[in-house]
């Protein structure tokens, strides 16, 4: 949906605000005064180079770890001191670390656990497989939306890796998130892969929001709409790829570095 669409419905354009955040260990500074605005209905990419801070800021956004100053802002709502499961039930969902995929069961089957989330039954153990059947069909619509509607009934673990990937984002779809977190969603792929799950990235940000660690520049430049550049652990850098790839700051501290590739 266009930016002035999202405005007609009365919504906050900034979906994602943090104010100074910052993240100290034992006299180390990680993370510095990092002010990060992503627009909802938005691709917005953080890089950097190794070291940069850039899981530091996604564990910090998630809870995973906890802010040592500044504050993280969601639909205009102060979360900073919200718990996890908080966050995740407001719709912040971070894909490869929240969704599980069970090697075991099939991939609709992984589809209908993460759907069970809406039915309040997730802790139901004692409850027969059968009672999830009426999750098929939207289990069924999101494997469509991620190219895996061929590979329902196949076992998990023999997809391969790039699927694999495809599966977890199918899982963190079904629990509607309104800002998907991707923590490098092409890393470690072949060329093939990569190509797949940034076509699938692509096309399902349609409508939603994503924030994303990423290290492939080409990945980065082909999708992204906004990227953050951190060197250190402080902002050094924002703007669309053509600005930011052209800051000589940038070419320096990252791109002249890494080749453009590294992250």
């Not at 997809?159 to 899982?171: D, P, Q, S, V």
């Amino acid at each position: 949906m266009p930016i002035d669409g999202y405005k007609d419905l009365g919504l906050q354009e900034t979906i994602l605000k943090t104010i100074g955040l910052g993240k100290t260990f034992k006299g180390f500074s990680a993370v510095s005064d990092v002010n990060l605005d992503v627009t909802r209905g938005t691709i917005h990419a953080l890089i950097g180079p190794n070291g940069a801070g850039k899981t530091t800021c996604f564990n910090l956004l998630t809870k995973f770890l906890e802010p040592s100053s500044g504050q993280i802002l969601f639909n205009g709502l102060d979360i900073t001191k919200e718990r996890p499961a908080q966050i995740a039930r407001r719709g912040v969902v971070r894909s490869f670390q929240i969704s599980a995929v069970f090697p075991h069961l099939t991939v609709l089957e992984n589809v209908r656990v993460a759907l069970q989330r809406g039915l309040g039954t997730e802790f139901h153990f004692w409850k027969s497989g059968n009672s999830l059947n009426v999750l098929n069909e939207r289990a069924e619509e999101l494997l469509c939306e991620v190219g895996l509607a061929d590979f329902a009934h196949e076992e998990t673990l023999n997809l391969a890796y790039g699927r694999k990937r495809a599966l977890e984002i199918a899982t963190t779809m079904a629990m509607e998130p309104e800002l998907m977190l991707l923590d490098e969603p092409t890393q470690g792929m072949g060329h093939e892969d990569v190509e797949r799950v940034t076509e699938l990235i692509d096309r399902v940000a349609k409508g939603r929001t994503i924030l994303m660690v990423e290290h492939n520049m080409k990945v980065v430049s082909s999708i992204a709409d906004r990227i953050t550049v951190l060197q250190r652990g402080s902002v050094l850098a924002e703007g669309s790829y053509q600005e930011v790839s052209n800051n000589p700051l940038v070419v320096e501290a990252y791109m002249g570095t890494h080749g453009g590739d590294g992250a």
